[in-house]
Each structure stands twice: as structure tokens, then as C-alpha cells.
């Protein structure tokens, strides 16, 4: 992107800014828009109708919120640790925010083009647990400690069946970058790697169960890693309050909304980047169709955005119909269930693209 | 099945002088008198029988009879002297489909009755209303304390406010340096 | 190698989410394990039992209603017949009928809360939301008859606050039949939920010997296996006349006796308490309902206890007259009192999050608790 920035600029300062800028921007129009959406989605669900008063159809309700949490005082114990306290959110927002970097959101759209993006983003987005747990201790608060150790567990638990699946998708692809995972499964849908990818034989119909099983598991471990119901535990409302931010408030607050669905956003991505062509349209371009190859970058950040949207409106309406696990319930699930699977799933994949 | 004549025929002829009489003049309900400091036998005995069979505590209520001597005093409220603090037992016999109602009164200067925990286990948190609200001392109970009121109740408030359910209950004026009637 | 390991005392309440009210619990927790529950209550105590003496006959029946107050209905039906009984007098047919229909509306709504609420506990809103919906179909048809929502002070002694509105019979039926299907969707929603089945069943096993002795009483009793519901074993009212079933736990996902039994047991007398209504409705005899309401209330010198089923339990009123215009003495045997006196038995060796399922499950409410 820096390139095709810099083209059209032509000045460094500006087009590193606007690289920079991009994702910061993208993750507060997740925050904004899933925020409303959450509780637009869940009240059509619910059988209510949901913030309907702050402008048309309530769509300022979460620039409201905003504009309220920034008024608002921060309010700090005295009894916590103050400087993990503070850097906590900081962290846990850097996390999810430093994961962008390396997601394509088209060809020519991309903070970095890193060969081992991938790598990256799995790497980076262990930071959140750090955060986490800081926040846990430091808050002084036991209900706030319970939720940091259950999310620790749990996330360092479900990197492992994510990062097996991941695995075997850099096997079959041969390439740890994003941008080019994406690029191979250009053309029509039927080129995706949930279809078996883009070669043409024999392999391709035999890899059609085990890509779906795949994505089942990547998509329940990614689901765990971001904390959403069914694996909400950590922030279990019911049991800890609020989990391991229950001591926080106003921006600091805010700051870990924003990581929650700028992670979730981030993890939807990386489902589609797997499984769902990246930011490749299932049925073809327009731009070449009419001959402006000029719209085809913008038609795959359409598409690209759309995708990471349809996955986050799944995990709503998972959220929204399933009640949640319980600690040790999640455990299992993962350590007995979903690592197995994927590693049974690994070795298959493996023999397959031997063929 | 068997009524409350039988019943007591049952206990007079079992427990003798722990069992005082048969209040019939009642108008729902007969209610047999019994000794506060053998109720615990008596229960058991009503528990463990196979023609009685009460394995069910219903209720148990502590009531202040306000039968005393009322003495005024100058401010012009009343205090009690004497008479009897009563608790109520009424069981029920889940499998054989009777109930009873036993009523067992000790002395107001000294209110002490057996407690009945170990025999009905719900009576734990009965007998701590009881002994809460209306300063019935179960003996033998494992964990008396307030259990409606705060635990610091008495800390804070004279003899004479300790027990609301008392007839001759007194607001205390100030809780934690707060003034009650506010 | 062992290493030094403390548990950790951990306050649950009473500003919690899901201690449904301000119950206090004190956890003795190491890690998420819990070894020790002990309930601390007393933080919404009115003082009821005080009040009512100070109070005529009829003016207790309005704070009858705080105690229990996801069912006014039932604590209003226990205390008018505990009074009946001491003053000896006899309800009109038309009174018995709407009482029973209204008692049974009004035990459906309150299930529909505890139903609604166990879920929430667990994580699952939607149901709670869906089952909100349907209680304002039911507390409409009550607005409409007695003027309020919440706290209807509608059962008086001898009789009624007011008469049935002209349409109750009709919303009533419609009601009836809108609810079933409603029913059948909960069950998909969320009692056949195989996550929901996970967290409860074989959670805290509650065996019958414990219950009774415990006292336990309403669906935490029968979810353990045992039939014994007050409107057949020992009737009031006029429900001897009318043909329902009582549902038992049978341990159909677990043991008898766990959370899902008891959860259970209360979606199905949900179906009950719809067949009552269905044979009622249509047979509301003509006359006053006000006929029987004494003008001064000086009941004779003597005790009265008078129990009646309430949603949670068996609801006790104890009243002791001294033959003044005031009781002497009101003792109210709350279910959620007692039912909650189990949950230091249930609870222990279970997970934190354990210890929500089975106070969604034992389904308390503190205005009755603390009184």
C-alpha cells in the first residue's frame, strides 16, 4: 500500500502516515459499526427493536457512547498497581490494533507485504494475553483475577488448534504470507481453499471434507480467542461481573471494546484469508469486465470487507443463541476435542497434497 | 393418617410429663403443648415413628406471648416482666399425609429451648429467625447468630431494642452513629 | 515438591449480576473450585413480620405482595385464606374461580422469569428476552383487571379487589392458545440446548431425603423425584376439582435431581398450569365478588396456618389472633427461605460458575427471603 500511496502522493511523510492511519481507522469503524450493529442484530433477535433514538434508526448511539466515555472521569482505585493498570489497556489494544499490519484488504491495500504474515499476526496477537493478565493483577480485584487466569488458560489453549490448522493451510499453499495465500485462490469461488483450492484435479475433491473441518476448527478457536459467547468466559457477566476489566472505566474501558471488535474483525479476516479467498471476488470483477483495471483493487477491499463482516454478524448470532461453557468444559473442548481433530486433519492434508 | 387426639395420646403416653397438654378450643388447628427442654427427644420420636412419620418441618415460628406484667415506664412506654416467649413446630408427614402443630413456651427472663437442627434440617435458619427476631436462645444449635439483622445489632442498641418482634420493642436511636427514625 | 497453596475468600454479592437480588454469599474458593458457600441475607429486610402487626387485616394484604413479588397473586390467595380460615368464613364460587385462574396465570409468569433468568445465568439472553415478551401478554390480562403490573393487592379477604374485566375471558383463551406453541419453541431454544444440558445437568444433585429434610418444597422438591405438589396433597381453594399432572424430575439428561430436573420440572408445570386455566375459564360462575368481604375483620381469639403452592414453594402464612382489629402475630414460612438454606449442601465441590446455575436453579427471591 505504501508503494501505491507513495504513487499517488508522491511524498514519503504522507503516504507512511496514511499507511499507518488506515488500520487505526479501520479499527474504530469496526468498533463504531459492530458496537450498533451488536445491539441492532441482537434486539432483531431478541424480538425488540433496539437504540432507536439518538439520530435515524439510533445510528449515532455509539457516537454517543463515545463522546460519553471520553467525559467521563477515570476513575482509578487506589489499591491498584498503577502502572501495570495503565499500560494494561494500552496493551491489549496494541495487540489487536499491530495484527492489521500484515492483513490484505486488497492487492494494492496492505500495511506489509511481510513474507511470514501470517506468522505475524499469530505472534502479535499473543500480546493480548500479557495485557490480559496484567490487568487481572493489577485491578486488585478478585473477580478481575479470576477472568485474567480463565483467559490466559484459554487463550494460549486455542492458539495451539488455530495455529495447527493454520499449519497445514502454509503446507498446502506454501507460503506464509497473507497477500499471497490470497492471491492464490483468485477467479471464482470454486477457486477458494475451502473448495479445495485453485488446482484443478483429483486432490481438490478429496480436500473439500478436510478444508471444512479445518475451518470448523479455526473458526471455533479464533471464536475462544476473541472471547465471544460461547467462550466468554472470561468476561462471563453472570459469574465475574465483567471479567478482568472490571475495574476499569471511561477510555480505558473503551480501550478494551475497541480490541474486542477490532479482534474480531481481525480473526474474521484471517478465516476468510484462509478458507474464503482473502479479498478475492467469488464471481469475478467488474473492472475487468469493463475494462478499468483501476476498480479491481477497490472491488476486492469490497469484497475483502464484506467477507470479515459476514463472519462477525456469525459470531453475533452465536452470541446472541448459545448459552457458555463452563472453565472446564472449554478445557476439554479444546485439549480433547478440537487438537486432535486438527492434528488428525494436519497429517491428512499433508498425505493429500503428497498426491 | 391419625389426628391430633391420637398424636397425643401417642407423646402423653411415650413422654409423660414432657408433654403438657392438648390446646382444642383452637379454632382450625389442636396444638399440643410440649417442654421446651425435651423437644428434642420429642422430635425425633415424631421424625423416626412409623405410625407418625413427620419427616417435614413446615414452619417453625417463634412468637412473643406478651402474657406478662406490663410495667409502664415513664416515658410512657410499656415493658414486659415475665410470662413466655412460645415457638410453634408445625410438621407434616410427606408420606402419610398429616400435619400437627407443636407449641412449646419458656419463660421470658430465660427463653432457652432445645433446638431441633439435627432432627429437621431446615429448622437451622428458623430457629436463627427465631432467635434473631424475638431472642429465643435454641440450645445445642451450631451456628446461632442474627440472620435478618445485622450481625453488629446488638453492639449499638439497649436490652430493650435487641429483639424487634417483641411486643415491647424499643427503636433503638442510633445505629453506627446514624439516627434510626431518621 | 508441594507448594504452599491458601484459598481465597471470594464475596458473591450483594451487588452481583446473578445473586438475583442482594444476597450475600461467601465463597471459599481454591482456584474455580468451591469448598465453602455460606449465605449471608438480611440486606432487604422490611420488617414485614413488625409491620403487619401494627397493621389491620386487610391494610397487610398490600405488603403481602413485596414478599414474593414475581408472584403477588400467590402471596395475596395464602394470606386471604390463612385469615379465612381464622374468621371462618366461606368464598363465593365466582372468587374460588378467578382465583385459580389468576394464581395459575400468575405462576406461569413468575416461571417465566425463573425459566428466563436460570438461562441468563448461563450465558443464553435470548430466551430471557423471548419469555419477557410473553409475561407482558400476562401481566396485560391482570393490568387490565386490577390496575397494576407488579403488586396487584388484588385477593382480599373474602374476595376480590375487583371483578374480572369484560374481556379476560377471551384475551385469557387467546393467551392460552399463543403460549403453547411457545412452549415447544423454549424447549428447542433452550432445554434441549446441548450446551445448557452440559452446565446442569448432574449439577447440583439434590437426593430426596435431603430435600425433605431440608424442607424443600415447589419445583427444587419435585425436581428430585418426588410428587408432591399442595394443590393435590393438600388442597385449598377449589383445586381438587380440576385434572392436572405433576411433573417430577426423572433425571432425564443426568441424575434426579440436578439443575437441568429442576429447570425442567418448571417448563412443564408451565403446561400444567395452562390445562388448569383451559378447564377453568369456561366455567366462572355468575355473582359479586366482593360478597364476602367483612366489614370490620375481628377474627376470635387463635391460631390459623394456612399453606398454599406457590411457584417457588410451599408458602406458608402463620397468624395468630388476639381477637383486636390487628394480628397478633403474621409468620410467613417463605419457600426461598428455606429452598435457600440447600445451597451451601449443593454447592460444594462444585466450579464458581457452578454456584450461578444452581442459585438460577433453586430460583430465589430475596423480598421473600429477607421479608
Known amino acids: 500500500m505504501y508503494q501505491f500511496i507513495y504513487d499517488l502522493t508522491g511524498n514519503m511523510i504522507i503516504s507512511t502516515l496514511v499507511v499507518a492511519v488506515f488500520p487505526l481507522v479501520n479499527v474504530l469503524l469496526v468498533a463504531l459499526i459492530g458496537v450498533y450493529l451488536e445491539r441492532k442484530v441482537s434486539a432483531w433477535m431478541q424480538d425488540r427493536v433496539g437504540p432507536n433514538r439518538t439520530g435515524p434508526y439510533g445510528l449515532f448511539q455509539t457516537v454517543a457512547d463515545f463522546v460519553k466515555m471520553m467525559q467521563k472521569e477515570d476513575a482509578v482505585s487506589n489499591e491498584v498497581d498503577k502502572k501495570l493498570y495503565n499500560i494494561a489497556p494500552v496493551l491489549v489494544f496494541a495487540g489487536s490494533f499491530a495484527a492489521y499490519a500484515a492483513i490484505p484488504f486488497s492487492s494494492k491495500l496492505i500495511g506489509s507485504e511481510a513474507e511470514v504474515g501470517i506468522f505475524y499476526v499469530i505472534a502479535i496477537s499473543s500480546l493480548v494475553v500479557a495485557g490480559i493478565l496484567m490487568a487481572g493483577w493489577s485491578s486488585n480485584n478478585k473477580y478481575s483475577l479470576l477472568g485474567a487466569m480463565r483467559s490466559a488458560a484459554q487463550i494460549v489453549s486455542y492458539e495451539i488448534p488455530t495455529a495447527l490448522v493454520v499449519l497445514s493451510m502454509v503446507m498446502l499453499t506454501g507460503t506464509l504470507s497473507l497477500s499471497k495465500m490470497s492471491e492464490m485462490q483468485t477467479a471464482y469461488f470454486w477457486n477458494w481453499n475451502i473448495f479445495g483450492g485453485a488446482a484443478f484435479a483429483l486432490n481438490k475433491f478429496l480436500l473439500i471434507p478436510f478444508m471444512l473441518v479445518g475451518f470448523i476448527i479455526v473458526f471455533i478457536s479464533t471464536l475462544a480467542e476473541v472471547n465471544r459467547t460461547p467462550f466468554d468466559i472470561p468476561e462471563a457477566e453472570s459469574e465475574l461481573v465483567a471479567g478482568y476489566f472490571t475495574e476499569y472505566c471511561g477510555m480505558k474501558w473503551a480501550m478494551f471494546m475497541l480490541s474486542e471488535y477490532g479482534n474480531m474483525f481481525a480473526v474474521s479476516a484471517i478465516v476468510s484469508i484462509l478458507f474464503f479467498g482473502g479479498y478475492q471476488s467469488p464471481i469475478g470483477y467488474l473492472g475487468n469486465t469493463i475494462g478499468a483495471t483501476w476498480l479491481i483493487p477497490y472491488e476486492q477491499a469490497f469484497w475483502f470487507v464484506a467477507k470479515g463482516w459476514f463472519f462477525i454478524l456469525v459470531q453475533m448470532w452465536l452470541r446472541w443463541t448459545l448459552p457458555r461453557l463452563r472453565v472446564d468444559q472449554l478445557m476439554a473442548v479444546c485439549w480433547k476435542y478440537l487438537i486432535p481433530y486438527a492434528f488428525l486433519n494436519l497429517i491428512i492434508i499433508g498425505i493429500i497434497s503428497l498426491l | 393418617m391419625m389426628n391430633a387426639e391420637e398424636i397425643y395420646n401417642l407423646l402423653k403416653e411415650k413422654f409423660g410429663e414432657a408433654v403438657i397438654g392438648l390446646e382444642k378450643e383452637n379454632p382450625t388447628e389442636p396444638i399440643i403443648t410440649a417442654s421446651p427442654l425435651q423437644i428434642h427427644k420429642i422430635s425425633e420420636f415424631l421424625r423416626d415413628n412409623d405410625q407418625l412419620k413427620f419427616d417435614s418441618l413446615m414452619c417453625l415460628s417463634g412468637v412473643d406471648d406478651a402474657n406478662g406484667e406490663k410495667i409502664k415506664e415513664e416515658d410512657g412506654s410499656e415493658i414486659i416482666k415475665g410470662g413466655t416467649l412460645s415457638v410453634y413446630y408445625h410438621l407434616h408427614s410427606v408420606s402419610l399425609k398429616h400435619k400437627i402443630t407443636l407449641k412449646v413456651s419458656a419463660p421470658r427472663e430465660e427463653p432457652k429451648v432445645e433446638s431441633v437442627e439435627n432432627v429437621w434440617k431446615c429448622a437451622d435458619w428458623h430457629e436463627r429467625e427465631a432467635f434473631d427476631l424475638v431472642g429465643i436462645v435454641f440450645l445445642n444449635h451450631p451456628d446461632l447468630r442474627r440472620i435478618l439483622m445485622p450481625y453488629d445489632w446488638d453492639e449499638f442498641s439497649e436490652e430493650i431494642s435487641r429483639h424487634p418482634l417483641r411486643k415491647d420493642y424499643k427503636n433503638p436511636e442510633f445505629y453506627q452513629g446514624m439516627k434510626i427514625p431518621y | ?371
Open chain 3, 1 to 371: 515438591m508441594s507448594l504452599k497453596t491458601e484459598t481465597m475468600v471470594l464475596n458473591m454479592g450483594p451487588q452481583h449480576p446473578s445473586t438475583h437480588g442482594v444476597l450475600r454469599l461467601e465463597l471459599e474458593i481454591e482456584g474455580e473450585l468451591v469448598l465453602s458457600v455460606k449465605p449471608h441475607l438480611g440486606y432487604l429486610h422490611r420488617c414485614f413480620e413488625k409491620h403487619s402487626e401494627a397493621m389491620q387485616y386487610n391494610q397487610v394484604v398490600p405488603y403481602t405482595d413485596r414478599l414474593d413479588y414475581l408472584a403477588s397473586i400467590g402471596n395475596n390467595l395464602g394470606y386471604a385464606i390463612a385469615a379465612e380460615k381464622l374468621l371462618g368464613i366461606q368464598v363465593p364460587e365466582r372468587v374460588e374461580y378467578i382465583r385459580v385462574i389468576m394464581a395459575e396465570l400468575q405462576r406461569i409468569a413468575s416461571h417465566m422469569v425463573a425459566l428466563g433468568s436460570n438461562g441468563a445465568d448461563i450465558g443464553a439472553l435470548t430466551p430471557f428476552l423471548y419469555l419477557f415478551r410473553d409475561r407482558e401478554h400476562i401481566l396485560s390480562i391482570i393490568e387490565e383487571t386490577c390496575g397494576a403490573r407488579m403488586l396487584y393487592n388484588y385477593i382480599w379477604i373474602g374476595g376480590l379487589s375487583h371483578d374480572i374485566h369484560p374481556d379476560f375471558v377471551r384475551k385469557t383463551k387467546e393467551f392460552v392458545n399463543y403460549f403453547k406453541p411457545t412452549i415447544v419453541e423454549l424447549d428447542n431454544l433452550l432445554s434441549y440446548n446441548k450446551i445448557f444440558i452440559e452446565r446442569t445437568a448432574n449439577i447440583g444433585v439434590l437426593p430426596v431425603d435431603t430435600a425433605i429434610n431440608f424442607g424443600a418444597s415447589g419445583p427444587t422438591l419435585r425436581g428430585s423425584g418426588i410428587k408432591f405438589d399442595l394443590r393435590r396433597d393438600d388442597p385449598y381453594s377449589i383445586y381438587d376439582r380440576f385434572d392436572f399432572d405433576i411433573p417430577v424430575g426423572k433425571g432425564l439428561q443426568g441424575t434426579v435431581g440436578d439443575c437441568w430436573d429442576r429447570y425442567y420440572v418448571r417448563v412443564r408445570e408451565m403446561e400444567q398450569s395452562l390445562r388448569i386455566i383451559e378447564q377453568a375459564i369456561d366455567h366462572i360462575p355468575e355473582g359479586d365478588v366482593k360478597a364476602a368481604i367483612p366489614k370490620r375483620i375481628k377474627p376470635p381469639k387463635g391460631t390459623a396456618y394456612a399453606r398454599v403452592e406457590n411457584p417457588r414453594g410451599d408458602l406458608g402464612y402463620f397468624i395468630i389472633s388476639d381477637g383486636n382489629t390487628n394480628p397478633f402475630r403474621v409468620k410467613v414460612r417463605a419457600p426461598s427461605f428455606v429452598n435457600l438454606e440447600i445451597l451451601g449442601e449443593l454447592c460444594k465441590g462444585h466450579l464458581v460458575a457452578d454456584i450461578i446455575a444452581i442459585l438460577g436453579s433453586i430460583d430465589i427471591v430475596l423480598g421473600e427471603v429477607d421479608r
